[in-house]
């Protein structure tokens, strides 16, 4: 157990299996964006060019790290996991958060009517990520030491890179 952490640490395979059941839905909306084409994937910057990618690129590589921490105990890549956590998962569950909020409303605010996003492909892209994240972040990483100062910078910049990618994208998309 950590000293400043209120439960006990949970053992390296519930770790590892959270890890690799999470790669394995992440793969799945990967495998959806692939297999289920629609007019954004010819655009610049293909589906990268939507933050709920965006965050599920971030999920996709912390788990990896959290994969490789759990199978060789490395410090380096626990340390990088958790870095990368505390970045990825407040950005997936504000994306899980507004997502959901806006479906509630108006579906057609988020999604045109004549794309088809089914259910479990939704599910996948809007909900799972933010699932898989915060339970690795309060259940299985050390507590966070992280500043209010930092916090709001590391998200500021994140903020910021996401508005410039974005006009770049429409630059060359005119979308």
């Not at 599910?123 to 050390?142: E, Q, T, V």
Request: aromatic share 16%; with cysteine; glycine share 6%.
């Amino acid at each position: 157990k950590h000293p400043l952490q209120r439960i006990q640490s949970p053992s390296r395979s519930v770790s590892f299996f959270t890890h690799a059941l999470g790669l394995l839905s992440f793969s799945g909306s990967y495998w959806y964006l692939v297999n289920f084409p629609n007019p954004i994937n010819a655009s610049y910057g293909w589906h990268f060019q939507y933050l709920t990618i965006i965050g599920l690129l971030l999920a996709t590589l912390t788990f990896i790290f959290g994969l490789l921490a759990d199978i060789t105990l490395s410090p380096r890549f626990f340390a990088a996991k958790n870095t990368l956590s505390l970045c990825s998962t407040p950005l997936e569950v504000l994306i899980s958060v507004l997502y959901w909020t806006i479906v509630a409303i108006d579906r057609t605010l988020v999604i045109p009517p004549e794309f088809v996003l089914h259910l479990p492909a939704d599910i996948g892209f809007h909900l799972m990520p933010a699932l898989f994240l915060a339970w690795d972040l309060l259940a299985l990483s050390p507590p966070w030491t992280i500043k209010n100062l930092p916090a709001v910078g590391i998200s500021a910049v994140l903020a910021f890179s996401y508005w410039g990618w974005v006009e770049h994208c429409y630059s060359h998309n005119g979308l």
